[in-house]
């Protein structure tokens, strides 16, 4: 009898398990039967059970040309006498005591290269749960499993079957995946669209994106192509957090976050407020672009977190019982927002976000939109593909300050400006509509303390100075003028001695007299 030591890899829809096993492994069999206490071999076909030394030659159980095992004699397995085992029968009986679940699993995993659903990484053991969504996206989430539970399920020898691996990582690529990066698990998913063959393409043949696109970026389409590119070709690339805002419901911005869904599948996770305020943070840590609808990032700590998302490099993992562990991270953001103005707060320096106000839809709504757009996919990437390679090295975000420099970025940072910031702006502007013969106001954080909170006892003159300086960004310097708050005025003359010298702030009058 030929043993067949190779693992061959079948599909279970051409044969299933038991007969897989029943037609290819009855020598595997004898073998796995040599390992049960007291059995032996009794010739090249057949076995005994050894009580005494007069069973070693004996011929108790042998094994028939098709392949099955017939008790001839009594024996001490107690198999019944002249009735045929497949060899399936005596997995199931003798490997793993009648349960038959366990068997099936065993020959899948041992002999047929099929993967079980269950791996182990590091010390834990988990549960890898596969499924499709509504667009036969697949979908899988890592659940802690207890070894027990495997055993009981699969049998003991099972745990020997599981696939191993040192640590779990986030290695993205979009066309050439490798699900196990250095012994790790790749928590990045395969990318599961490919592109036409015709390379000719053009966006009359993906119409729906090409709209929904053009409609989202407006005067900035070249960017937003742009960005697709740099997520399909460069997935490890930061980009600006992309904020679409529009008071108005159905303007497009979340068809657009379902078109990152649909092209991206698994590596995209839809969020909301309290995603991010959640303990464990495996729904966002191991993805690639995380789409946040109907945001209102009102505390100070859910802005700042955003921020660090948006640029940090490495991630500690959080998932429920699993051992936590740290891996790069490559995540891109997409808010979405019907507040325009206060949906997060922007610093004046910041340069991480690129704000677009969504204009409403206009004509007639295509309610089967999202179908469309996945038929388009393979001819949008073949698209993507035809265009030069984005060149990187102009900012660490693609994208220049200037680039990203719309009206609906600095509507966002004049309202995200503290009460104390806007209040000094109003009152200088009105000082200055009252004095346009001052080129330059000159003045002291006491000065503007004076002047115009003298009685405002929450406005204290520390917080007054950080106020001029980390957020009006104004700079002291050394001046001789000759009245705080005054200025220097073209046509009044004053001697040197008459003249103050300290360090203070300087602001132009933008009134001033031509």
Not at 416 to 422: A, V
Request: proline share 4%.
């Amino acid at each position: 009898m030929t043993k067949n030591k190779e693992k061959t890899v079948v599909s279970t829809s051409q044969i299933n398990p038991v007969d897989y096993f029943n037609k290819n492994h009855a020598h595997d069999m004898f073998e796995m039967m040599l390992q049960v206490k007291n059995v032996r071999p009794s010739g090249i076909d057949s076995l005994t059970y050894v009580e005494n030394h007069t069973d070693e030659s004996k011929r108790m159980i042998v094994i028939q040309p098709d392949g099955h095992f017939v008790a001839e004699m009594d024996n001490g397995l107690k198999l019944p006498l002249n009735t045929p085992y497949s060899p399936f029968q005596m997995l199931q009986k003798f490997l793993f005591k009648n349960n038959f679940i366990a068997a099936m699993n065993h020959v899948m995993m041992k002999f047929m290269g099929i993967d079980n659903d269950y791996i182990r990484v590091g010390v834990d053991y988990c549960k890898v749960i596969q499924s499709r969504d509504g667009w036969d996206i697949k979908r899988k989430k890592i659940i802690a499993w207890n070894k027990t539970t495997i055993v009981d399920d699969l049998g003991k020898g099972a745990i020997y079957d599981i696939n191993k691996y040192d640590s779990f990582i986030i290695e993205p690529n979009n066309k050439d995946y490798q699900p196990v990066v250095y012994g790790m698990y790749n928590m990045y998913a395969d990318f599961v669209h490919k592109p036409t063959t015709d390379p000719n393409q053009t966006p009359k043949q993906f119409p729906w994106i090409e709209q929904l696109i053009r409609h989202i970026f407006g005067e900035q389409y070249e960017m937003g192509i742009t960005y697709f590119k740099v997520l399909y070709d460069h997935p490890k690339q930061i980009l600006p957090v992309l904020c679409l805002v529009s008071e108005e419901n159905q303007t497009g911005k979340s068809t657009f976050g379902e078109l990152l869904a649909i092209l991206f599948g698994d590596n995209t996770v839809l969020a909301n407020n309290h995603t991010l305020s959640s303990g464990f943070n495996s729904a966002y840590a191991t993805k690639n672009i995380m789409v946040i609808e109907e945001a209102l990032f009102e505390k100070k700590q859910d802005a700042e977190k955003i921020k660090s998302l948006a640029t940090q490099k490495t991630i500690n993992v959080n998932t429920k019982n699993v051992t936590e562990y740290t891996s790069p991270f490559y995540m891109k953001i997409v808010i979405n927002s019907n507040n325009e103005d206060k949906f997060v707060n922007i610093s004046e320096s910041d340069i991480r976000y690129w704000v677009r106000k969504i204009p409403s839809l206009e004509g007639k709504g295509n309610h089967n939109i999202l179908n469309d757009m996945l038929s388009e996919i393979p001819s949008f990437l073949a698209y993507l593909n035809s265009l030069e390679d984005v060149d990187l090295s102009k900012s660490r975000m693609v994208f220049t300050d200037d680039q990203l420099g719309t009206v609906a970025l600095e509507k966002v940072k004049k309202e995200s400006r503290s009460g104390l910031h806007k209040d000094i702006l109003i009152y200088l502007d009105e000082h200055c509509q009252k004095n346009p013969e001052v080129d330059v106001f000159y003045f002291k954080e006491t000065d503007i303390k004076d002047l115009f909170f003298k009685n405002d006892s929450r406005r204290e003159v520390n917080y007054i100075k950080k106020v001029l300086e980390n957020e009006l960004k104004l700079k002291k310097e050394t001046k001789r003028f000759n009245h705080i708050m005054q200025g220097q005025r073209r046509d009044y003359t004053v001697s040197i001695a008459q003249k103050q010298q300290s360090r203070v702030y300087t602001f132009p009058n933008p009134y001033q007299n031509n």
